[in-house]
């Protein structure tokens, strides 16, 4: 499939889980991720969840993050550049949700892409290779290409990986890793 027709198809498949599955489902990703070998790092970027999209609930992720006292960082999205700024996650960070329901933080401690060695992704769906679709503004990719080559990108998803996208573009940033509730993939 392409990915307008993977993203019409898995906004509804999201859209069709309950409250329930989608806090069962988030909490298996976080003990997933437990067993990859990505611990060992201190910059951990992460997403806050749009709960309005049903988004796989990444405060499981947080408390992990913030038990192993790594350096948490988020983003705020500048919709007229469809770029983002990363900030530091402190506990005096005031977080608001803007025009499009992302929870982001208001101001802070800005932290270069560059510093960033592990970036959880917000996706819609994936493939075996690794490709993966999101909400179609570019963001992600923007962003990933501003980190160093090294930097871990995982992907987390409530669904399993389809077999291949059809329309992938040079500019589209590979993952690393995907983790749904039933497996971890590696590319």
């Known amino acids: 499939m392409t990915k307008a027709e993977l993203r019409k198809t898995y906004k509804l498949k999201r859209q069709e889980l309950s409250s329930e599955t989608v806090e069962e489902f988030s909490l298996q990703i976080a003990n997933r991720l437990l067993t990859l070998p990505i611990w ?8 806050l969840s ?46 608001k949700k803007n025009a499009y329901n992302i929870p ?7 932290v270069p892409a560059q510093n960033l060695e592990v970036v ?3 996706l819609l769906a994936f493939d075996e290779e690794g490709h993966r679709v999101g909400y179609g503004k570019g963001f992600y990719d923007s962003f990933l290409a501003e980190c160093k080559p090294e930097t871990l990108k995982i992907g987390v998803s409530f669904f399993e990986a389809e077999t291949k996208i059809e329309d992938i573009f040079k500019g589209d940033m590979a993952l690393d890793y995907c983790v749904t509730p039933k497996q971890v ?3």
Not at 40 to 47: E, K, N
Not at 53 to 72: A, F
Not at 104 to 110: F, H, N, Y
């Open 40 to 47: 060992d790092f201190s910059f951990y970027h992460i997403f």
């Open 50 to 95: 749009i709960e309005e999209l049903k988004e796989v609930n990444t405060d499981y992720l947080l408390n992990i993050l913030s038990g192993k006292d790594k350096h948490i960082v988020i983003s705020k999205s500048d919709f007229t550049t469809n770029t983002m700024i990363h900030f530091l996650l402190t506990d005096s960070t005031v977080i």
């Open 104 to 110: 982001e933080p208001l101001d802070g401690i800005e």
């Open 120 to 122: 959880f992704i917000p």
């Open 185 to 187: 993939y590696k590319f």
